[in-house]
């Protein structure tokens, strides 16, 4: 009995949304190979976010911490950090943030940048507040160059339908979250 490959047409939307998404980490696993982007991020990058966000109280976890919050790196700007605060992996830490750069559009619209302005200035909510005053930051600067490096960044491009409980929390629930000030 021989296995047949299915035709891509045949696979439902949530399954061609994960080939995409296994593409995107074959070639983020191609670029950290072959040196490509990860080298301005090491360098440039990595050092802003372990000073402004890499703390557990933002978006760091403990590595091997499992007491600690674990989300999903795919939906949440997360990554792992060492004792000492530093980001323990920045290949994951590196593939969790091109799901929060648009490449489709304009860069500038990425959710990686905008939640960190306040939202007077074109920013998006940000539990933990503004990162930077303005897009006149030095750090804010050096991360928008850098993104606007980044060709394979995920976000905006197709994402399986909401589930029907997904679809009421946000029909219901998160608008009203959003009035109270709590999204």
């Not at 060709?151 to 339908?161: C, L």
């Amino acid at each position: 009995m021989t296995r047949r490959t299915p035709d891509i047409a045949q696979l439902t939307s949530r399954q061609r949304a994960f080939l995409r998404r296994l593409w995107v980490v074959i070639g983020l696993c191609l670029t950290v190979l072959l040196g490509g982007c990860r080298d301005d991020f090491e360098a440039e990058v990595v050092p802003i976010l372990e000073g402004r966000c890499a703390n557990a109280m933002c978006h760091g976890t403990v590595q091997g911490n499992d007491a600690g919050h674990k989300l999903d790196a795919a939906k949440w700007l997360t990554f792992e950090t060492d004792e000492n605060g530093r980001i323990a992996s920045p290949a994951q830490a590196l593939a969790s943030i091109k799901t929060k750069i648009n490449a489709g559009e304009n860069p500038a619209f990425s959710s990686f940048l905008r939640k960190t302005l306040p939202v007077v200035q074109g920013g998006q909510f940000h539990f933990m507040g503004k990162i930077f005053q303005s897009r006149s930051d030095p750090d804010y600067q050096t991360l928008a160059r850098w993104v606007a490096t980044i060709k394979d960044g995920t976000e905006g491009e197709d994402e399986p339908p909401l589930s029907p409980n997904e679809e009421r929390f946000a029909e219901t629930v998160y608008p009203e979250r959003i009035d109270r000030g709590c999204a």
